[in-house]
């Protein structure tokens, strides 16, 4: 992916931190519970990706991994099958779309999860919230809309946005 | 007709260490029914974002709007104070900015809590307008203020255990920073309006406002 490799081409100090990120966990974890920062795991074929402490990245992403954002990112995210994860220290500013959305940093954008969105006890959320289950801990702040929808809905929703783009296939 | 839902639900925030016991709503109970008509009514809750409370509205079918404008003023955020003069001012139209941006006559119901307890009584006109122009005709205004008596515990959270009972933090010891609110001024703040007033034993008073109108026109 474009902002991998940018990671990857970063300089002496940015690879250091870079080693950090490569949080890559037993096929077992999740996301859900990311690695306390600066204990480096030992790689594996987990499909999840890390955005690092140090990374600054703006664009559009999308894929099929799991992703835990601990740096910053600003732009689009959309994982509709995956957990997209940010950190405690991580800071958001965009549109995240996925399967599910763990917050304990800080989002700025609208959320919308498949299942659920949890924002836990360090999480800060300023933005409209859709998804089919949330769960905000007690001293999360939150400023925004909550949306409850049924998952039928969500992947209706979804089928009806990805139509177009089907006809033009055919 | 829906019916208002008054089952319990097992409250997410358990009255354990850091709360009181669950007590029943006269002005909730009254709420609920009044709208009893309206399968998604559109409520704002102005306290910190609870678990429990979005639980209980969602099970009513609420589409809920969080703009938490209590713990600010708890925190007595320098922010919202002018302090160049004499004597310091409150910044209401900053304050009023930390709200959501909401179209007007959108929402179906306000839930203030103890809002006006913490806010200077300069400000609550202001306050008090802007909230009302969020409402729709028929929409209405829910606030706790305390009684003359009651003088500590200003820094006391609420919540919604289910429909009709409200929870609450652990009764705190920080005095209340300005005078009570009465019933008078309540009126004033919004003219026209029919102000309801229920008696509670907790020490305060819950208030709701309803503006005029019928709640069931224009609901999504």
Not at chain 1, 22 to 50: C, G, I, Q
Not at chain 2, 48 to 73: E, W, Y
Not at chain 2, 82 to 107: C, M, N, V, Y
Request: one cysteine or more.
């Amino acid at each position: 992916m474009w902002w991998e490799k940018k990671s990857r081409g970063a300089g002496p100090q940015d690879e250091k931190d870079a080693s950090l990120t490569v949080v890559s966990s037993h096929p077992s974890a999740s996301l859900a519970d990311p690695a306390p920062r600066n204990v480096e795991m030992p790689t594996a074929n987990y499909n999840h990706t890390v955005i690092g402490r140090s990374m600054v990245l703006h664009g559009e992403l999308s894929g099929k991994e799991d992703l835990l954002i601990e740096g910053q990112f600003a732009g689009t995210i959309n994982l509709p099958e995956n957990c997209v994860t940010v950190g405690a220290g991580g800071e958001v500013k965009a549109e995240v779309r996925a399967r599910q959305v763990i917050v304990q940093g800080a989002v700025t954008g609208n959320i919308s999860a498949g299942e659920k969105i949890e924002i836990r006890k360090t999480g800060h959320v300023v933005g409209d919230l859709v998804a089919a289950a949330i769960a905000i801990e007690d001293g999360a702040f939150f400023k925004g809309s909550i949306d409850i929808v049924r998952e039928q809905a969500h992947h209706a929703a979804a089928a009806a946005a990805s139509q177009p783009v089907l006809r033009e296939l055919e | 007709m829906m019916r208002p839902q008054t089952h319990q639900h097992a409250p997410h925030r358990s009255t354990g260490a850091g709360s009181t016991p669950g007590h029943s709503s006269p002005a909730l109970e009254w709420i609920w029914k009044y709208l009893s008509d309206l399968p998604s009514p559109r409520i704002m809750d102005c306290g910190p974002v609870s678990q429990a409370t979005v639980d209980v509205l969602v099970r009513r079918g609420a589409k809920i709007h969080v703009a938490d404008l209590i713990t600010p003023l708890l925190r007595d955020e320098a922010q919202f104070w002018d302090r160049r003069g004499k004597i310091a001012s409150f910044r209401t139209d900053f304050f009023l900015s930390q709200l959501l941006p909401i179209a007007p006559e959108s929402l179906t119901g306000i839930f203030a809590w103890n809002l006006f307890d913490l806010l200077p009584h300069e400000a609550h006109a202001q306050v008090a307008a802007r909230w009302f122009s969020f409402l729709r005709p028929g929409g209405l205004l829910f606030c706790i203020v305390r009684e003359p008596r009651l003088e500590k515990g200003s820094e006391t959270t609420w919540w919604l255990e289910n429909l009709t009972t409200l929870g609450s933090g652990r009764e705190g010891t920080k005095a209340f920073a300005y005078a009570v609110v009465t019933n008078r001024e309540v009126e004033r703040l919004a003219p026209g309006a029919s102000v309801k007033t229920f008696l509670t034993r907790s020490g305060r008073r819950e208030v709701v406002v309803v503006i005029q109108g019928d709640s069931t026109t224009g609901q999504n």
